[in-house]
T-cell receptor, first 114, second 110 residues
Framework: DGGITQSPKYLFRKEGQNVTLSCEQNLNHDAMYWYRQDPGQGLRLIYYSQIVNDFQKGDIAEGYSVSREKKESFPLTVTSAQKNPTAFYLC?????????????FGPGTRLTVT | SQELEQSPQSLIVQEGKNLTINCTSSKTLYGLYWYKQKYGEGLIFLMMLQKGGEEKSHEKITAKLDEKKQQSSLHITASQPSHAGIYLCGATTGTYKYIFGTGTRLKVLA
């Protein structure tokens, strides 16, 4: 079955620690995205990648970093510089990044930082 | 500012009733997408609309895009408890960026 996997589903970290969220897709999609979802705010774009070895900042990239070394993988690191990291993180992919292509989402990772 | 406005924010209906959720943009949309999300889970893609006046149906859910491509509605006929969840509209405006509404939380009472 093709799809997007995110792991882990729940993640707990102490303040000041970096943490990496995994996102893998086997849909052969070129574009991948990371979103943050907070109550009442909808989805906000953190980073996106249109192709391997290339990625761009989204609307709220500060305190986050990504890599895209393989087409199927787009890990997100939440660094200690992120002031309010507790949130639900969603990874998505699409065939392309320009035009009308639906996005497919992973199941999400809920990160809690105390 | 929110680029996609969804209404209502929440909805409680009796099983068997029809309902409509709206999604409005101030800009012309390139593509309009409807997703369903259960709390704490990912988004499930429902439908995509691209052309002005387009209408699509899947089982008891119908989505329409107006002629100006600035407003979409999602209509559920004879709602069931399985329809409960959060419905989000998303859109592309011709660039890489997808924008999303804040969602409509639907509860269906059995």
């Amino acid at each position: 079955d093709g799809g997007i996997t995110q792991s882990p589903k729940y993640l707990f970290r102490k303040e000041g620690q970096n943490v990496t969220l995994s996102c893998e897709q086997n849909l052969n999609h070129d574009a991948m995205y990371w979103y943050r979802q907070d109550p009442g705010q909808g989805l906000r774009l953190i980073y996106y990648s249109q192709i391997v070895n290339d990625f761009q900042k989204g609307d709220i990239a500060e305190g986050y970093s990504v890599s895209r070394e393989k087409k199927e993988s787009f890990p997100l690191t939440v660094t200690s510089a992120q002031k309010n990291p507790t949130a639900f993180y969603l990874c998505a992919s699409s065939i392309g990044s320009r035009g009308s292509y639906e996005q497919y989402f992973g199941p999400g990772t809920r990160l809690t930082v105390t | 500012s929110q680029e996609l406005e969804q209404s209502p924010q929440s909805l409680i209906v009796q099983e068997g009733k029809n309902l409509t959720i709206n999604c409005t943009s101030s800009k012309t949309l390139y593509g309009l997408y409807w997703y369903k999300q259960k709390y704490g889970e990912g988004l499930i893609f429902l439908m995509m609309l691209q052309k002005g006046g387009e209408e699509k149906s899947h089982e008891k859910i119908t989505a329409k895009l107006d002629e100006k491509k600035q407003q979409s509605s999602l209509h559920i006929t004879a709602s069931q408890p399985s329809h409960a969840g959060i419905y989000l509209c998303g859109a592309t405006t011709g660039t890489y960026k997808y924008i999303f509404g804040t969602g409509t939380r639907l509860k269906v009472l059995a």
